[in-house]
């Protein structure tokens, strides 16, 4: 990528998975005509927020990878001629389902997947009880339009995981996301989550210099209220774009490599760290 | 800390190291008598920023520690009942000085001190010259008024310095700075090098659910023009107290430890981290 036109697909759960792949078929269609080169659907596009509570029978909803999703989209991506990053529900094997993202290039090919490292346990928020860890690390892949790397929601909150990521010559991170707000926490610290999701992520894109680009999905899954607000952060963690809070939509940037560039010869974060310094990294706490 | 007043100073460069420490301890006293438990100064208080040049005059400005500046400052502390955190040009041996922080606890005791780990070199700030890299690693230590650690300038860009010093369990995490924009740069991206400088650091409070509060210094020196603008963000990393980008003053912040432990339940970072996953994090870069 000299410049590239990045897409994000801010979405809302669909009545099925086709209807989840009509509208994301759509909005490839609408970002390729703007001018995207690589799009990003949010986080398990292609069904509701199922995590909401633990029920076995959402099982059913994992496909495996490839499969008629990925190749659906291999298909849309190099008729369009675009890079693809879709976040699935993975069947590995019975009893191993991955939060996954998978990376088209914009011949269609399948580059790889990401499947997601760190897993959310909380009262709404029920990963753990469905998705197996990731045994994959952290990766980037080498696209048509620019090298990208992709983790996924809880990740974004893992400094260690951008960074990883960065190391990995990621020039834009992709975070496919599903947060949103508690009706019991939303007017007391709504504003405070919000603001921290946007910051930590902003924050990796300054310690990193490089592109973030979060998406998220909207609307209302049973209690949860998601909060949109898909963004990208430049090179400096600032804020180039960023969708709305409750309405469907694509987001749309455009990420410079010579900008990343002079950032990091501006500030050479890389070029100094403390690498012999940082093996306690792989410590749980460090107690007195 | 069950709540805990911190105080920022936010200083210029004085003519001399005695005209700093008659401004320092005037605004301990000052400090203290306004609530705050905690103070912590500006990077080099003690001195002009001399990293401006390599001159190896400078050298003579360095002092032992402990030593004539630590043995005041911790008469002060005593008097006050106030823990320090001073930041000055360490001389450990002929040809090895060290850009370091002490902290003194409210009784006077030198509990310890932090040896920058990153040193930046680049124009205007020559700090590979002067800085032997510290070799003592992240700390943290136990004051009377709470857990707290220090890095210092350079350290807050990197995301594994704020992480090793959360792990030693720093509830508040004090960054001492002497940062600011050069004429050549100001006008073209001061504005996106400050917010950068800001946002980096509130995503360490987000990302660790610790305070983070960022000292820096101001006036013109040569051609550098400090920046200012101290702050401390919150388990959030919300800004709750900025200072002035041009004047010297004190800035205060309340830090909450009731706060920081509902932050950590909320959102249970340390719970997850994937620490089989981070050894590549002792690696310069992940060639392809």
Known sequence: MDAVRIALLQGRAEPSAEAALDWTERRLTEAAAAGARI??????????????????????????????????L?????????????????????????????????????????????????????????????????????????????????????????????????EILFCPTAIGWLPSEKDRIGAAQRQAWLTVQRGHAV???????????????????????????????????TGSVDATEVVYADCDRAALEQRRRTWPFFRDRRIDSFGDLGKRFLDE
Chains 1, 2 share one sequence.
């Open 207 to 241: 310690a990193n210099g490089c592109y973030v680009a979060a998406v998220n999905r909207v609307g209302r899954e049973g209690q949860i209220e998601f909060w949109g607000t898909s963004f990208v952060a430049d090179v400096y963690g600032e804020t180039i774009a």
């Open 74 to 170: 291999a298909n849309k991506a190099r008729e369009l001629g675009v890079v693809v990053v879709a976040s699935l529900f993975e069947r590995r094997a019975p009893g191993v389902f991955h939060n996954t993202a998978v990376v088209i290039d914009a011949d269609g090919t399948l580059l790889g997947r990401y499947r997601k490292m760190h897993i959310p346990q909380d009262p709404g928020f029920e990963e753990k009880y469905y998705f197996t860890p990731g045994d994959l690390g952290y990766r980037a892949f080498t696209t048509r339009f620019g090298r990208i790397g992709v983790i996924i929601c809880w990740d974004q909150w893992f400094p260690e995981a951008a960074r990883l990521t960065a190391l990995h010559g990621a």
């Open 39 to 72: 799009v990003c659907t949010q986080e398990l596009f292609a069904t509701p927020y199922f995590c909401r509570v633990q029920d076995a029978r959402f099982f059913d909803l994992a496909e495996t990878i490839p499969g008629p999703t990925t190749e659906r």
